[in-house]
């Protein structure tokens, strides 16, 4: 369970401040599905990385399990990451020399997985996103839904059980978008706790859980089958 409890994220640009999180206070459980909608520099970005503890807030508590992160350090903070948090992001960030099977492959090389563990693993990777014929393809040769579909494979390979996905459709046409956000989909029913920012309300709308953000605060949290709180 994610519990973020008055959250502030301030950063300092030459003189300037900039408060990219004000006041933010949110708990999800395991197994949601929810969308971050709301304008360019709503601070959406910054909320995702703070979850996903690729970034500090300056001020408040983070729990994920009961943990508070806030106290780790940052090797600890890492550690936290590579077990329970997969990242997706807009531009998919793959390793641009390694074909498809060894980004995908990378995460349990990190983690001094076995290459016995790890074969077997890529495979079925590839095969649930139907890109076994992709295999040995680099980044380069690869569509953009393609290279989505091999970075969600290296997102969720090590099993976590929360999946952050930052604009994940942002460099797609709308089928390759489709497709991409279907998978992130069909993973989540399977369990896996899924946090999806997006400015394309069509994409937001088909989360159970909507927040909006405006300014660094979360000015909407709306569920399917509950009020507004
Ligand atoms: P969004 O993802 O909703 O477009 P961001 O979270 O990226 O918004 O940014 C929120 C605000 O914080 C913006 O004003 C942005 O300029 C600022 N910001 C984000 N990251 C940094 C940073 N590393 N340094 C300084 N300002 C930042
Ligand atoms: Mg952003």
């Known amino acids: 369970m994610i519990e973020l409890q008055d959250i502030q994220r301030v950063f300092r640009v030459g003189d300037e401040l900039v408060h990219a999180l004000r006041d933010v206070d949110l708990r999800f459980n395991a197994g949601e599905y929810v969308s971050l909608m709301g304008p360019s520099g709503s601070g959406k970005s910054t909320l995702l990385n703070v979850i996903g503890l690729l970034d500090r807030p300056t001020a408040g508590t983070y729990r994920l399990d009961g ?5 780790l350090d940052d090797a600890r903070q890492a550690a936290v990451r590579r077990e329970k948090i997969g990242f997706v992001f807009q531009a998919f960030h793959l390793v641009p020399r390694l074909t498809a099977a060894e980004n995908i492959e990378l995460p349990m090389v990190l983690s ?4 016995a563990a790890r074969k077997p693993r890529v495979a079925d990777a590839l095969e649930r996103l139907g890109m076994t014929d992709r295999a040995d393809h680099r980044p380069s040769q690869l569509s953009g839904g ?24 942002g460099n797609l046409d709308q089928a390759s978008g489709r497709v991409v956000i279907e998978t992130l989909e069909a993973m989540n ?18 989360a159970s859980r909507r927040l909006h953000m405006v300014d660094g605060l979360v000015e909407s949290d709306t569920a399917d089958g509950e009020p507004a709180p």
């Open 67 to 71: 943990i508070d992160t806030t106290t």
């Open 112 to 115: 001094g997985l076995e290459p």
């Open 146 to 169: 393609q290279r989505q579909r091999v970075a969600i494979a290296r997102a969720t390979v090590m099993r976590p059980g929360i999946l952050l996905a930052d604009e994940p459709t």
């Open 189 to 206: 029913v399977e369990g896996l706790t899924l946090i999806v920012v997006t400015h394309d309300p069509a994409i937001g709308e088909r």
